[in-house]
């Protein structure tokens, strides 16, 4: 199974998670990369495999500077994305109340109206929590691998 995490962060902690599934991805069968949503667009979405969104939220539920353009492309170059499936890592803080990770629910909801299928769970990181997101990410992963080889498999009618 290919993954493509693809990061949305503007201070860092987005990268760090992403790169944390990267590492792992191996025990679950997976073979992953890393891009920055920087300078991409909705063709990022034909890449081979399955993709994992890992974005945090800014200003107030607003995307990440760097995932801007990515978001702005989902609607400028719109087209069907029935073909995708992803899976998503929301951060976000919930002191900021009815913004709580909205960068990510921007990207699900946009994803989801053209029709990309969202796999598994949303794993939500809350900045508040007392958690460590390394282990809350890892937990969640182990979970969503297993969910995504079954939606691959449906996918290419196995
Ligand atoms: C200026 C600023 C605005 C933020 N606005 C929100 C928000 O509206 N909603 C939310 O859930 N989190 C918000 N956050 C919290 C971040 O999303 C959270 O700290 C996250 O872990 C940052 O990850 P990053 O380093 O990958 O960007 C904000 C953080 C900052 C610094």
């Known amino acids: 199974m290919q993954l493509t995490l693809l990061v949305g ?7 760090q998670i992403a790169q944390t599934l990267a590492f792992a ?5 997976a073979s ?5 949503m920087q300078d991409l667009s909705i063709a990022v979405f034909d890449t081979p495999g399955l993709l994992v969104l890992c974005c945090s939220t800014t200003g107030s539920g607003d995307v990440p500077g760097n995932a801007q353009g990515l978001y702005q492309s989902l609607d400028a170059d719109a087209r069907f994305l029935g073909h995708v499936r992803f899976g998503l890592v ?3 803080d919930s002191s900021y109340g009815d913004t709580f990770y909205g960068g990510a629910k921007a ?3 946009r994803l989801q109206d053209l029709g990309a299928q969202l796999v ?9 929590a007392a958690d460590d997101p390394d ?4 937990a969640w992963f182990a979970t969503w691998a297993q969910q995504a ?10």
């Not at 991805?25 to 069968?29: D, R, S, T």
């Not at 992953?32 to 920055?36: G, K, N, P, T």
């Not at 769970?121 to 900045?127: H, K, R």
């Open 9 to 15: 962060s503007v201070h860092g902690n987005a990268r």
């Open 25 to 29: 991805a191996p025990e679950h069968g």
């Open 32 to 36: 992953a990369h890393v891009l920055d």
């Open 90 to 92: 929301a951060l976000g």
């Open 107 to 109: 990207f699900q909801n």
């Open 120 to 128: 598994g769970e949303v794993c939500v990181l809350d900045a508040l």
């Open 135 to 138: 282990t809350v990410a890892l």
């Open 149 to 158: 080889r079954g939606a691959t498999k449906i996918a290419n009618g196995v």
